[in-house]
């Protein structure tokens, strides 16, 4: 079983449109989480964390789930420029210096 | 906003060779790692490094790989006899209260 699995995609919505992530880990060990989003050739870059409350930035609502060991990410209002890969990461070790799990990610097209 | 730097940003290199990779890792940050993500897949951990050691490596990082810190600023990654099969975008990353990446080097062995 993968370690972080998603699924890969494309996600093809039009601008406006609501769209939802899914993600699952298989280590229940897992102690922190977030998404990344990597834009194409180029590194990740944090998105923003994930929480067991949820929390929510801007357009973006990130949700846990630890007893089915499951992570969501729900993007609003999509812009074109949200067109990128969302990667789901989990850590084991400290959420700050332990090393990054990561999914393969989830492609979004947003188109106009 | 402080950044982490590699380089070279494109690398080509011929199959049995020898390669380093160099980044600048965040001068306040302890922790240093590299990442590889192969086209098409998914970026995979290669191995931290803290206080001057390795503080945890992956299966991937065998003894073709070596990492080294040798002065206060740099932070390599060696890859000896290189294979086809790394080819891949290498990640240096540096981590204090929050991982900060690099822009990576486009490694092609040819």
């Known amino acids: 079983r993968k370690e972080v699995e998603q699924d890969p995609g494309p996600f093809n919505v039009p601008e406006g449109a609501t769209v939802a992530f899914n993600c699952t880990y298989s280590?229940?060990?897992?102690?922190?989480f977030f998404w990344y989003r990597q834009d194409c050739r180029k590194e990740p870059k944090l998105l923003m964390s994930?929480?067991?409350s949820g929390n929510e930035d801007g357009r973006f609502t990130a949700q846990l789930n630890r007893a089915s060991q499951y992570i969501s990410l729900l993007i609003r209002d999509s812009k074109l420029s949200d067109s990128a890969t969302y990667l789901c990461?989990?850590?084991?070790?400290?959420?700050?210096?332990?090393?990054?799990?990561f999914g393969q990610g989830t492609t979004l097209q947003v188109k106009p | 906003e402080p950044e982490v730097t590699q380089t070279p940003s494109h690398q080509v290199t011929q199959m049995g060779q020898e390669v380093i990779l160099r980044c600048v890792p965040i001068?306040?940050?302890?922790?240093f790692y590299w990442y590889r993500q192969i086209l098409g897949q998914k970026v995979e951990f290669l191995v931290s490094?803290?206080?001057?050691?390795?503080?945890?490596k992956s299966e991937i990082f065998d003894d073709q790989f070596s990492v080294e810190r040798p002065d206060g600023s740099n932070f390599t990654l060696k890859i000896r006899s290189t294979k086809l099969e790394d080819s891949a975008m290498y990640f240096c990353?540096?981590?204090?209260?929050?991982?900060?990446f690099g822009s990576g080097t486009r490694l092609t062995v040819v």
């Open positions: 990353a540096s981590s204090e209260a929050g991982y900060t």
């Open positions: 280590n229940s060990a897992s102690q922190s």
């Open positions: 994930v929480y067991s």
């Open positions: 990461v989990v850590t084991v070790g400290s959420s700050n210096t332990g090393k990054l799990i």
């Open positions: 001068s306040n940050h302890l922790y």
């Open positions: 490094f803290y206080n001057n050691e390795i503080s945890e």
